[in-house]
């Protein structure tokens, strides 16, 4: 989960870190059910690392 707990991506502004973080702990959990959450973050992130970067 580096790319969603990177400082990079709290930085760019686009998510509330309280929220990203909260959600990642429910993961972690068995909570699967916001893997939707996580894997827009992830990509979103990726993509920022490659096209803005």
């Known amino acids: 989960m580096d ?7 709290f930085a760019r502004g686009w998510v509330e870190p ?6 990642y702990q ?3 959990k068995s909570d699967k059910s916001n893997s939707f959450f996580l ?7 990726i993509w920022s690392r490659l096209f803005l970067d």
């Open 26 to 28: 429910n993961y972690l």
């Open 39 to 45: 894997w827009q973050w992830i990509s979103l992130e």
């Open 18 to 23: 309280k929220r990203v973080k909260e959600e």
């Open 3 to 9: 790319y969603v707990m990177s400082e990079s991506f």
